[in-house]
């Protein structure tokens, strides 16, 4: 896959740099080589990156998909303002204890 970033200038290639680290003996050049094109051509790199540490997956429970329904479900209800968000919210989160057996 070829992902390209325009910053102004320049068009940069993700799969282009991938080649550079793939051709390269050493790990450091082709990390730093990656890290520098990308935070040239994508502003929010920095912040993005600094996120990682702090980062979770989704919980690994066989509920999980039904709660992020009632989520995405409460999120349409105040968009479409069918709901306040405080009534949708609060719907969401009965129907996700439920779901839980709490």
């Not at 200038?9 to 082709?30: E, R």
């Not at 920095?46 to 999120?75: C, F, L, N, T, W």
Request: net charge positive; with cysteine; hydrophobic share 35%.
């Amino acid at each position: 896959m070829r992902i390209a970033y325009n910053n102004g200038t320049a068009k940069y290639s993700v799969s282009m740099v991938t080649k550079i680290c793939l051709c390269s003996n050493t790990k450091d050049y082709c990390l730093w080589t990656l890290s520098t094109t990308l935070n040239q051509t994508i502003p929010y790199y920095d912040k993005m990156v600094s996120m990682i540490p702090i980062g979770r997956a989704r919980p690994s429970i066989p509920e999980y998909p039904q709660i992020a329904e009632h989520i995405r479900q409460a999120i349409y209800e105040v968009e479409h303002g069918i709901k306040t968000p405080v009534q949708a919210i609060n719907d969401a989160a009965f129907k996700s204890a439920k779901v839980l057996g709490w």
